[in-house]
């Protein structure tokens, strides 16, 4: 399943690259770290302001270069990938607001949009309702053929599933080993969800 931070494998995207060291120190939760290399006063890119949650930097950035909004990071990922990855709710409306694409997806293996993102990272219900809302295709495959409630089932979340469900997800949804999100919850032993995904809850 999705995870930002994590190195492509090989076989991955020839046009991926590392992250930069702002990016890098986001991803290993290396605060000290982070803070030194803020302090230096480096130029933040619009995609390392989404994935520090910085709305206001985010929205100066985005007014000042159109293009960027879509600008991927070295290691593949586009600014509304990061913002909701890391639960930043502000930081997304903000470029939301900027007319982010929701139907982006991320240059590197993950191939994914922002709500599988959003799903893989701190599962903010709040991100993952404005995301809908503003047309993600809740059925949309990441690589691996795995859909928003595959990543949902990997990780258990039983209200991220209703709210999936009643966007139209498709539970009958097969990936690419042929698993629906009903196995993918038995497997990782979340009972709660695989009793609603076989239709014995309300």
């Known amino acids: 399943m999705a995870t930002i931070g994590r190195r492509t494998p090989k076989g991955g995207s020839a046009d991926v690259d590392e992250p930069t060291p702002i990016l890098s120190a986001v991803y290993r939760g290396q605060k000290d770290e982070l803070s030194a ?10 995609f390392e302001a989404a ?3 910085d709305a206001t930097r985010v929205r100066e950035l985005a007014a000042a270069d159109r293009a960027a909004i879509e600008a991927r990071s ?29 139907g982006t997806r991320s240059s590197n293996h993950e191939h ?14 709040r991100i993952v309702s404005r995301l809908l809302a503003c047309g993600a295709d ?9 859909t928003a409630l595959h990543e949902t089932a990997f990780r258990g979340n039983l209200a991220l599933a209703e709210l999936l469900l009643a966007h139209g997800a498709d539970a ?19 009972a709660a969800l695989a009793r609603r995904l076989r239709g014995e809850l309300p």
């Open 51 to 53: 994935a520090l949650g």
């Open 37 to 46: 290399l803020l302090a230096a006063g480096p130029k933040v890119r619009l």
């Open 138 to 146: 809740v059925n949309a495959r990441a690589a691996g053929g795995h």
């Open 112 to 125: 994914n949009m922002a709500l599988h993102a959003a799903l893989a990272g701190r599962g903010d219900a």
């Open 74 to 102: 070295p290691d593949g990922w586009p600014p509304l990938h990061l913002a909701a990855h890391f639960g930043h709710g502000d930081a997304v409306d903000a470029l939301l607001e900027s007319r982010a694409d929701v």
């Open 172 to 190: 009958a949804a097969r990936n690419d080993d042929g698993q629906t999100p009903l196995d993918i919850a038995q497997a990782q032993g979340h």
